[in-house]
Nanobody, 119 residues
Framework: QVQLVESGGGLVQPGGSLRLSCAVSGIIFSNYDVSWYRQAPGKERELVATVTSAGTTTYAPDSVKGRFTISRDNAKLMMYLQMNSLKPEDTAVYYC????????????WGQGTQVTVSP
């Protein structure tokens, strides 16, 4: 059974930091590209960042570049999103995602973790 379990969300003041974690089980983690997505209230889910099976990182919204860092630890079957200089507009439910590097139909999601940035 494949499981992706996020943790590390919470309430933080503007300018603060959070580190999200995603524990993965049930797949050969090193064969998957992994990503963080987020969904704010009333908005569509958007891609935040990806780290491929080869270790290449990309960041989707310009608004997170320089503030967020995605990483993975294949030995620990973990992925992370370090979020610094948080802004109220970063408030959303954050989801981890894993997609097989060759078979795109093999796609899995976590249940999400709430991040709220507020004074």
């Amino acid at each position: 059974q494949v499981q992706l379990v996020e943790s590390g969300g919470g309430l933080v003041q503007p300018g603060g930091s959070l580190r999200l974690s995603c524990a993965v089980s049930g797949i050969i983690f090193s064969n998957y590209d992994v990503s963080w997505y987020r969904q704010a209230p009333g908005k569509e889910r958007e891609l935040v960042a990806t780290v491929t099976s080869a270790g290449t990182t990309t960041y989707a919204p310009d608004s997170v570049k320089g503030r967020f860092t995605i990483s993975r630890d294949n030995a620990k079957l973990m992925m992370y999103l370090q979020m610094n200089s948080l802004k109220p507009e970063d408030t959303a439910v954050y989801y981890c995602n894993a997609v097989h590097r060759w078979t795109l139909s093999l796609k899995f999601w976590g249940q999400g973790t709430q991040v709220t940035v507020s004074p």
